[in-house]
């Protein structure tokens, strides 16, 4: 559950971090699984993300389906109340999903800092003077009617990860010291992410490798943990393709038709005489 506030500069600090989102899809050949003492009351409404339907749960859970589209599957979102009134241990809910061939789409982690003087104007300042690691290339401050409270983000929102630091006191509509950071991952890195956090890996690590602010004193005290990266699937490029879609199938058939592996050896070691000139010139370059 969200930590109790604690009135500003009155209480011990807190530390403790939850899941606030979980989202991915039973496809079509899947057959949909859950745990049994989830809730089996549920409402009617409207679908979206091109979902023609769907089925609101009492514990707050969202079904999806797409009646004219049966490949589509079953897509199913926990938000942050349905994972806070969620019966069963979230990470417990995480490791019956995988074991299900749930496709994970979505998963948001979030590390709640009370009384740890962790103000998120602070990492503006920081990201201004060019002191946090990170490999994101856009960091906004949104100012977004919607969002009370002072939020900086760190990545853009339509990317498969980024990260937010804001009030969350603000947002409570308390006067408190309670900061949220938390890590929105989507894609394949929410497969990985869902894999790392059955495995008890602390948040903040997955935090942390993807942004980092070394000069922050009050960063550095609550992210006392060693990085662990949530690695992106890298995209084949247009010469990849040429090469796999064109020229391997090419000289298959040139080699076929020579009916010789001349060919072939004479390609091979034309390949690695290149790779070596590349190698010896990047070399002297450095």
């Known amino acids: 559950m969200t930590p109790v506030p604690v009135t500003r500069g009155s209480g011990e600090r807190i530390l403790t971090q939850k ?3 979980i989202e991915g899809t039973f496809k079509g ?11 089996h009351n549920f409402v009617e409404t409207s679908g979206f993300h091109s979902y023609t339907s ?8 969202m079904h999806l389906k797409n009646e004219l589209r049966p490949e589509m599957g079953e897509h199913i979102i926990w938000s942050g109340e349905a994972c806070d009134n969620c019966p069963v241990d979230t990470v417990t809910l995480i490791e019956h999903l995988i074991d299900a061939k749930f496709s ?8 709640d800092a009370i009384n740890f003087k962790l103000r998120p104007q602070r990492a503006t300042k920081e990201l201004k003077l060019e002191r946090c690691k990170t490999r994101a290339k856009k960091s906004d401050r949104q100012d977004d009617p919607r969002d009370v409270g002072y939020t900086q983000y760190i990545g853009r929102k339509a990317s498969e990860i980024y990260l937010r630091i804001y009030d969350k006191a603000a947002e409570m509509g308390v006067n408190a010291d309670h900061t949220r950071i938390e890590l929105v991952v989507k894609g394949r890195r929410a497969e990985y992410a869902a894999r790392q956090i059955v ?9 942390r490798a993807y942004a980092d602010f070394p000069a922050w ?4 005290r609550i992210m006392d943990v060693k990085p662990i990266k949530l690695p992106s699937q890298r995209k084949e490029t247009s010469t990849e393709r040429w090469l796999l879609g064109t020229c391997a199938p090419a000289l298959a058939r040139a080699v076929f038709l020579a009916d010789s592996t001349g060919l072939y050896e004479k390609f091979t070691n034309a390949f690695l005489n290149n ?3 590349l190698s010896d010139g990047e070399k002297t370059v450095h």
């Not at 050949?29 to 809730?39: H, Y």
């Not at 769907?54 to 859970?61: A, T």
């Not at 495995?199 to 997955?206: E, L, N």
């Not at 004193?217 to 550095?220: G, H, I, N, P």
């Open 19 to 21: 899941l606030d989102w």
């Open 29 to 39: 050949e899947n057959f949909v699984s859950l745990p049994q003492s989830l809730s």
């Open 54 to 61: 769907g089925e609101r749960f009492e514990d707050g859970r």
């Open 104 to 111: 994970f789409t979505r998963i948001d982690m979030a590390i």
């Open 199 to 207: 495995q008890s890996v602390d948040y903040r690590a997955m935090v």
């Open 217 to 220: 004193r009050q960063w550095r």
């Open 275 to 277: 790779l070596k000139l």
